[in-house]
């Protein structure tokens, strides 16, 4: 989702450290059954922290770079990615909507994180895709680290240094505190709308699914195993038949939820931010599975391609 799909946002302290423990958790979960393929292939390379990615119907990437705040567009695997904006502060999470527009978050930094609960004043911007053309969508929300689409257009937001799960309804209409999550990092959202993914990414690692019609109440979905502790789990997106798959920092590892337990669909892939499934029939194409990282690299995952992922509308 996408679907997040995204980061350890206030988190510089947290890769370095993640980098130093990849090696002891790199195995935790173990491998998901599936068909031998290809190794992980890098497609693309952004100077920057990658926080976040997303994939438009013409198959053209779009990226939120941590440190510059720009968003950048790479139009084909192998393609050189190009600044569509400034720095405008989009350091959070990206999501494209049916027009073809971009959502970005921004205010994901440690200053925001902390605050974000009780000073909730971060935005949401609406991006062109063509132009870089910049303007505000919504405001009054905690440091956006995650950010989700929803069919019906709400969009959820969280803020990974809080608890508060943001809401921002089609007609505009801000909630900065709709659900609540501990350390809430990627955010996703059922392919009917019905329930909302979110992240924990420490003190104990999990995916939480929120019913959309009853948000005070999340699930704890999916745990962790004790030896994925500091696996640091980031953004989330879902595949062609719903379920979700999480990047992970430290393990290194791309999990899959599979019938309510955790499995890697590949491994090696340490200090990984995103990941998001293509679309459209060409470039960065449907069905298959990509990967953003705090090294600013962009990898295509074949042992995570989905055949119907990435077909939806809009």
Known sequence: MRGRGSGIASAVALAAAAGALAPASATAAPACSAPASAPPKQVA??????????VDRRGRMFATAYFTGRVYRVDAP???PVPLTGNVGANGGIVVRPDGRLLVGTGNDLAHSLTGDALPVSKLLLVDPESGEVTPYASGLGGIDGVALAPDG???TTTLGGR???????????DPAWARV?????VAVSPDGAYVYVIQTTVAPGLYRIPADDPAHPVRWVSTALADALALP??????????PLIATHAAGQIWRVEEGRLCAVASGLHL???????RGAQGFSAGRLYRAGVDGRIYE????AERGAGTSPG
């Open 154 to 156: 709400t969009v959820y």
């Open 234 to 243: 980031d953004g989330i997106t879902l595949d062609g038949r719903g379920r």
């Open 45 to 54: 390379h952004l100077p920057d922290w990658v926080e976040s990615i997303a």
């Open 78 to 80: 192998g393609g050189t």
């Open 164 to 174: 508060n799960i943001g809401r921002v309804t089609p007609d505009g209409q801000v």
């Open 182 to 186: 501990g350390q809430p990092n990627g």
């Open 301 to 304: 995952v074949p042992a995570g």
């Open 272 to 278: 990984s931010t995103q990941v998001a499934y293509g």
